[in-house]
Structures are given as C-alpha cells and as structure tokens.
Nanobody, 122 residues
Framework: QVQLVESGGGLVQAGGSLRLSCAAS????????MGWYRQAPGKQRDLVAA???????KYADSVKGRFTISKDNAKNSVYLQMNSLSPEDTAVYYC????????????????WGQGTQVTVSS
C-alpha cells in the first residue's frame, strides 16, 4: 500500500510561485508515470502534469509554460514548480504515483493523499 504526503501549498499573490512536494512510501514501480492533479470547488479533479520514468512530461494547456514537474526516484518524490500563479490556479493539489494511459485517456490508478491547498489572491 502506497502512502503519499503532499506539502508546499499555501497562500500566494498573483504572479507568485510555489513548489509542491510529494513524498511516497511503499512499493512503487520504477516504470510508473507520476504526476499532479488539482481540484477546485465545484470542479472535477484534473491532471495538471505528469512525468514518465524516462522523464518525458505532459502538461495541461492551462499550466503549460508556467509549471514544471520533476521527480527524484531515490527519494520516491515528485515535485511541481508553479510560477506566474493566477487565481484560477486556486485548488487542492494531489499527487499520484501510478498514472496510466489507455486509448489516450489518462487516469490515476494509485491511491490519493490528503492533498495540499494552494490559494492565489488577486
């Protein structure tokens, strides 16, 4: 059973930056796709960014050019550098360490942690 702890969220002004961290423990395949999702009030939980074992990356159009995902396999950790934040980025951010793709559909197969709140003020 994989356990996840997200951290790094907080309150930031528009235009500011935050760096989110996700520490995972348990059995994690080195071949897994890992990434970050976010969920704002009244909205679905959507994929923000993903990274493969070979360090290929994928970003939602809304964050492309502003967010950067990275990982450290030795630490079983995933990170999300968030720059040029806007109020539209306000959400609870969750990581997942077992993201899968089937018929071009991306879905999270792994467990969820508690998430970390990101609030961007205007």
């Amino acid at each position: 059973q994989v356990q996840l702890v997200e951290s790094g969220g907080g309150l930031v002004q528009a235009g500011g930056s935050l760096r989110l961290s996700c520490a995972a423990s348990g059995r994690i395949s080195r071949s897994n796709i890992m990434g970050w999702y976010r969920q704002a009030p009244g909205k679905q939980r959507d994929l923000v960014a993903a990274i493969t074992s070979g360090d290929s990356t994928k970003y939602a159009d809304s964050v492309k050019g502003r967010f950067t995902i990275s990982k450290d396999n030795a630490k079983n950790s995933v990170y999300l550098q968030m720059n040029s934040l806007s109020p539209e980025d306000t959400a609870v951010y969750y990581c997942n360490v077992d993201i899968r793709v089937r018929d071009r559909n991306w879905y999270a197969a792994g467990s969820w942690g508690q998430g970390t709140q990101v609030t961007v003020s205007s």
